[in-house]
């Protein structure tokens, strides 16, 4: 749960998700996604994501003017094929960020990423309750130098309900060569 105060940072001031486990090279990100996002005024938000590495993207930028948001939920990807507009705030979907989510490709995943969310102005307040997820796409697991990798998949049904579950996948003699039966 993120709250956003009348005035100021919100908290936690980052919010912080750790990546761990995945190559070093390959992945993008796919997409960002805020859960259950209420405000009472939405133009006073600036919401920036932030890399490991330092790299930021900014994902909206005080949008959304007088409007009321109550429970949303905003998915921001590069693919998406339109930017969320001024009021009033469309409900549910997927838009572009106001940055590119390119700006993190070939950024290592693994670490800490940082969503600052601030709140530009007095007199409203809000929260986004579900709090905040990324995916990624691609990547390389390297069984050469680790045998072992767990993945947790992610899987949402048309209604929006969300399930996931680790998988493990292990794989020995890597540098052997194949033996075929026939």
Not at 1 to 22: E, K, N, R, Y
Not at 98 to 126: C, E, I, K, Y
Not at 127 to 133: D, Q
Not at 136 to 157: C, I, N, S, W
């Amino acid at each position: 749960d993120i709250v956003i105060p009348s005035s100021g940072h919100a908290t936690p001031f980052p919010s912080d998700i750790s990546v761990g486990g995945l190559g070093s090279a390959g992945y993008s990100l796919a997409s960002v996604t805020l859960t259950d996002y209420s405000h009472t005024f939405s133009g006073d938000v600036l919401i920036t994501l932030q890399a490991p590495d330092g790299t930021s993207v900014v994902l909206m930028n005080q949008v959304g003017g007088g409007t009321d948001l109550v429970h949303n939920t905003y998915t921001f990807t590069d693919t998406a094929s339109s930017l969320i507009g001024s009021a009033p705030f469309p409900a549910d979907g997927t838009y572009l960020p106001s940055g590119a989510l390119s700006a993190f490709d070939h950024v290592d995943p693994n670490g800490t990423w940082h969503l600052f969310v601030d709140d530009r102005a007095g007199g409203d307040q809000g929260e986004i309750a579900g709090g905040w997820s990324m995916s990624f796409h691609g990547g390389v697991l390297d069984f050469e130098t680790r045998p072992q990798y767990t993945l947790t998949v992610v899987a949402t049904d048309a209604a929006g309900q969300v399930d996931n579950a680790n998988v493990t996948i292990n794989l020995s003699n890597v540098n052997q060569a194949p033996v075929y039966n026939d």
